[in-house]
C-alpha cells in the first residue's frame, strides 16, 4: 500500500515536471479563467548574448596603497547589485592596466546596453543632512529648494548595516510598508549625535543626491540604538528597489563607463543544438547499455533516469519557485550531465548489491530490501562528497564556476531520489506483483 502511495506521488511529479519542461507556452482553461503556462529556459551569455560594460575605476584620490582594495571593494559592490536586480550568471571581473583600473561586466539576456549601464553604474548613495539654521523649518517639497535647504551630516550609506522591508502598525500615516534601517556601530554614534542635536527638526534622506520619504520626518527624539524606519506613502515595490539600492552599496570610488554594447551569443544557436544533440546520444548509450547489461532491472534504471532528467530540467526552469531559475551557461550544461552519470553509478551499486544477494539464497523481495539499506552507504559517501566538492567551487568560485557547482549540486540531490525512491518504488512493485 506504500509503494502505491509512492507510485502515485512519483507520476504526480513527473506530470507537473512535464508540463514545466514544455518547450512552448500552452494555455489551459481553469475555474472559468484562461491560464498561460511558460517557463522559458534561461541561457547564459555565452549562450544567448547579452550587455557587456567596461568600468573605469577613478582613483586618483586613493592612497597608493589602497587603491587595489578599493577596486576590489567596487567589484564587490557591483556584483552584489548585478545579483540583487536578479541578473544570475553575471561575471563581475576586475583587471589593471599600468595605472588604470578596470571592472569588466557580462550580463545574460540584457540586451539594452544603457538600461545594464544605468543599473551598474548608478551610485545608490544614501546621504542624511540636517536642516540648515538660516533655512525655514517649513521647506518647500521642491527638490531643487530641498537640496539648497539641507546640509550633509556626514552620515551616509557607508555607515549603514543592512536596509529591509517591514509593516508599520497604526495609523494611516504610519502603517503599510516601511524602510528599516541598522547602523553600523560607528554609524549608529554618528546618527545618536545627529538626532540629538536636531530634536523636533526634520532629518533630510537623499537617495543619489534626490529627497526621499518627502517631507522629511521631524525628530521625535534622540536615537542611541542605531535602528530607524523610513516612514512615507511607499507601495510595497517602492520600498523594496529603494531597499535593493541600499543594501548594494555605495561605490567605494567613482566608477566612469568606458564601452557599453549589446553582444550576440558567443557559441550560437547552432553550438546549443549541438550540445543538445551530444547529450542525447550520451543519455541513449548509457540507457542502451544499462538495459542489455542489467535486462529488467535496467530498464526500471533508465525510467528512473527519464524522471531524474525531467525532474532537474523543471527545477532549472522554476528554482522550486523558491529560488530563481537557473541561468544555464555551458559550464553548468557539463555539471549536469556529471550529476547523470553519477545517478546511473547509484543504480549500479544497488544492483549489485541485490544480485549478491540472490547469489547467496535471498528472496527476490529480501535482497531488495538488503540491497538498499547496503549499497546506501556507498552512496551517501559518493553523493555527500560531490556536494561537498561543489559548495568548495560555489564559495570560491566565479560565477561561471558558481554556475557549474550549482547543477552539479541540483543534480545530485535529484540523483539519490530516483535512485533510492523512484528506482525502490519501481522494483518492489514488480517484485511484488510477481
Partial sequence: M?????????????????????????????FGKRIQIN???????????????????????????SKDSALESAKNVIERRVNLYG???????????????????????????????????????????????????????SALDAVAAFKPTGLTGADLKKAEVVFGQGQKSSSGPQVSLEFTPE???????????NVGKPLGMFLDGQPISWPPPAVQQEILSGNAVITGQFTLEEAKELV???????????????????????????????????????????????????????LIADVALIIYTILVLAIFKTGLFILPPITLTLAGIAGFILSVGMAVDANILIFER??????????????????????????????????????????????????????????????????????????????NRN
Fill in 187 to 197: 554609524g549608529a554614534k554618528k546618527f545618536a549625535e545627529i538626532t540629538k542635536r
Fill in 2 to 30: 506504500r509503494s502505491s502511495y509512492t507510485l502515485w506521488i512519483i507520476i504526480i511529479l513527473v506530470i507537473f515536471s512535464l508540463i514545466i519542461d514544455l518547450p512552448k507556452p500552452v494555455s489551459i482553461k481553469a
Fill in 87 to 141: 541578473v544570475s550568471e553575471a561575471l563581475v571581473q576586475s583587471s589593471k592596466i599600468g595605472e588604470q583600473r578596470r571592472i569588466l561586466v557580462d550580463l545574460p539576456g540584457l540586451k539594452d546596453s544603457t538600461a545594464a549601464a544605468n543599473m551598474v553604474g548608478k551610485t545608490a548613495e544614501l546621504d542624511f543632512r540636517e536642516l540648515i539654521s538660516s533655512s525655514s523649518a517649513e521647506a518647500t517639497p
Fill in 244 to 298: 535593493i539600492q541600499l543594501n548594494a552599496g555605495a561605490l567605494p570610488v567613482p566608477i566612469k563607463i568606458l564601452e557599453q554594447r549589446s553582444i550576440g551569443p558567443t557559441l550560437g544557436r547552432e553550438s546549443v543544438n549541438k550540445s543538445i544533440i551530444a547529450g542525447l546520444i550520451g543519455l541513449g548509450i548509457v540507457v542502451l547499455y544499462m538495459a542489455v547489461y542489467y535486462g529488467i532491472l535496467g
Fill in 354 to 431: 541485490m544480485r549478491e544477494e540472490i547469489r547467496w539464497g535471498k528472496s527476490k523481495s529480501l535482497a531488495l530490501d538488503l540491497g538498499f539499506k547496503r549499497a546506501w552507504s556507498s552512496i551517501w559517501a559518493s553523493n555527500v562528497s560531490s556536494l561537498i566538492t561543489a559548495s568548495i567551487l560555489y564559495g570560491m568560485g566565479q560565477s561561471i564556476v558558481r554556475g557549474f557547482a550549482i547543477t552539479l549540486s541540483i543534480g545530485v540531490l535529484i540523483s539519490m531520489f530516483t535512485a533510492i525512491i523512484v528506482t525502490r518504488t519501481l522494483l518492489r512493485m514488480i517484485i
Fill in 39 to 65: 517557463f522559458p529556459l534561461k541561457l547564459g551569455l555565452d549562450l544567448q548574448g547579452g550587455s557587456q560594460l567596461i568600468l573605469q575605476a577613478d582613483t586618483s584620490e586613493i592612497d597608493p596603497q
